[in-house]
């Protein structure tokens, strides 16, 4: 039988900042997400002229498309 030379303090203390790191990686995803989401509505509301929304109209049918395939 090996002993382990950490402390079962150390271990658990180890597995929670693993955990702490796994759900603040998520929560910076989700953060990113909704941040570009809300950068795009800003900009179609309120700066985008037609050919802009002509273009993303465009831009937005190839992505339905893409993720319906």
Do not use: G, P, V
Not at 10 to 21: D, G, H, V
């Amino acid at each position: 039988m090996t002993e382990n030379k950490t402390s079962e303090a150390q271990l658990r203390a180890n597995r929670e900042y693993r955990k702490r790191i796994n759900e603040d990686e998520e929560k910076k995803k989700h953060r990113n997400y909704m941040t570009s989401k809300r950068t795009a509505k800003s900009f179609i509301n309120s700066k985008a002229t037609l050919e802009d929304i002509e273009e993303l109209e465009q831009l937005i049918e190839e992505r339905k498309k893409a993720l319906s395939e």
